[in-house]
């Protein structure tokens, strides 16, 4: 994946995301009659500006995609004209100073809906909960699941999905749920229901990896050991490896699927491995050896064959959930509010030392995501695009000076006391906030560095 791809990706990201912010600051500034008179999406030097409306409202993209905002008339910032008083922002009360300010993030959580509904509406592609063999020493082994059920519901909670089961098993591990019921139903039809301990896994542990660490593997439907390409010019070819044979063993130990296959190759780089071969209706003996190659920093052995593969089995595996046009619009919002709530927890429990730091991350990785949702296709790239709209939206209402939520504190506490904070006050929570942001941005930076260093 190349870097411009990624870059792309962040930044048209980064504009949709700031665009529909700033919006609904400007939108509910004007409904409210007060005079804009620029909406900027990022900062610093302009690259493209115009001047549209009656108020001749100043319209910029600039240099710096890292934000954005919407420049109001205000008493505060400059000299107003007497005819513009009662537009300035200042002079409005404050209740419609606070719904100014609010309405940023509040159009983020209406984007994340509006993406998850319309994902809802055109189906949303998954791959079929089917269960793997169990992780040894794990809260899955211990409950004794078995490879071939399907999990249909957690917790009374449907389950379409791999992705619907990992999203329920993160909520209920974050929340440090002590046990969790999941209700299968194995391949002969039998409904079985079990109790899944997550007492013993920390959120720390999970790392993106929530099926794994919990234990949980997907079911992989087997692929016979029959060629179905030799590579020009690998250790197959040489080997007289040909299309249509079918591997029965490796140094006299029989083989019965690819998946048992391919790791005998790769833990032998440069060992001659000794192979029977069923080649039409006779058993042939060839002698191959792999190659070396390095992956992950690792060396390990490649012949340069592909399987055969039935396509079928694997288009079994595949769903599509799609909803009603109506109900859509539920779950979109019930989603919207699941997100922002299991946020808000991760804060939470970052702040008191439950969950670590390491889990921030900064413009570096949100880049990476960027890039490989977008890879992956449209709908990876709007329920990214989602997710980052809620956190986005959860940010900007965190009681810090300098972001929206520390402007709604201050108009909280002005409509309690009757008059406004004092300008001494609002510097001393501007210095706190400015504080607040470098600390976390300092944490989000250095583990993005982490992450590129440890891969």
Do not use: C
């Not at 529909?20 to 004007?30: Q, S």
């Not at 793997?132 to 249909?152: L, M, S």
């Not at 607040?436 to 944490?443: E, K, N, P, Q, R």
């Amino acid at each position: 994946m190349s870097i411009f791809f990624t870059l792309t990706a962040f930044i048209v990201a980064l504009g949709i995301l700031i665009t529909f912010h700033e919006f609904g600051h400007y939108l509910v500034a004007r409904w409210n009659g007060v005079k804009v008179l620029r909406f900027s999406v990022g900062f610093g030097q302009p690259v493209f500006r115009r001047r549209l409306g009656k108020d001749q409202t100043e319209w910029v993209v600039a240099a710096i995609p890292l934000g954005g905002y919407v420049k109001m008339l205000d008493e505060n910032e400059g000299k107003v004209e007497k005819k513009d008083l009662p537009r300035a922002f200042n002079r409005q009360s404050v209740g419609r100073r606070f719904a100014i300010v609010a309405a940023g993030p509040l159009a983020n959580f209406l984007l994340a809906i509006v993406i998850y509904w319309f994902m809802f509406v055109l189906g949303v592609e998954g791959i079929k909960p089917m269960l793997g063999p169990a992780v040894p020493d794990t809260p899955v082994a211990r409950a004794n699941f078995e490879q071939g059920e399907t999990i249909v519901r957690i917790q009374n909670e449907p389950v379409e999905s791999w992705q619907d089961a990992r999203w329920t098993l993160l909520r209920y591990t974050v929340e440090r749920s002590d046990t969790v019921t999941v209700e299968t139903v194995d391949q002969s039809g039998a409904i079985n229901w079990r109790q899944l301990d997550l007492s013993g896994i920390h959120p720390d542990e999970l790392d993106g990896n929530v099926l794994g660490v919990i234990g949980f593997s997907i079911y992989q439907p087997e692929i016979k050991p029959v060629i179905a390409e030799v590579m020009s010019g690998g250790a197959g070819e040489r080997a007289g490896m040909r299309a249509g044979d079918e591997i029965l063993a490796v140094d006299n130990r029989d083989v019965y699927s690819w998946i048992e296959f391919v790791p005998e190759v790769q833990k032998n780089p440069g060992r001659a491995l000794v192979l029977d071969v069923l080649r039409g209706d006779r058993i042939i003996t060839l002698t191959v050896t792999p190659d070396s190659v390095v992956e992950n920093g690792q060396t390990v052995g490649r012949i340069g064959i592909m399987p055969e593969i039935d396509q079928s089995l694997f288009e079994a595996m595949r769903v599509t959930v799609t909803y009603p046009v109506g109900e859509a619009v539920m779950i979109a919002m019930n989603k919207t509010w699941e997100t922002t709530v299991l946020t808000l927890s991760m804060l939470s429990k970052m702040i008191t030392g439950d969950v670590s730091w390491k889990n921030v991350s900064g413009p570096i990785s949100i880049a990476d995501y960027a890039g490989q949702s977008a890879q992956m296709g449209l709908a990876s790239y709007l329920a990214f695009l989602a997710l980052i709209s809620v956190s986005l939206g959860v940010l900007n209402l965190l009681p810090i000076p300098i972001l929206d939520g520390g402007h709604l504190m201050y108009y909280v506490i002005e409509m309690i006391k009757g008059s406004p904070v004092s300008e001494k006050a609002m510097l001393i929570g501007q210095k706190i906030g400015l504080l607040m942001l470098f600390t976390l941005m300092t944490f989000a930076i250095y583990n993005d560095i982490h992450r590129l260093a440890t891969g």
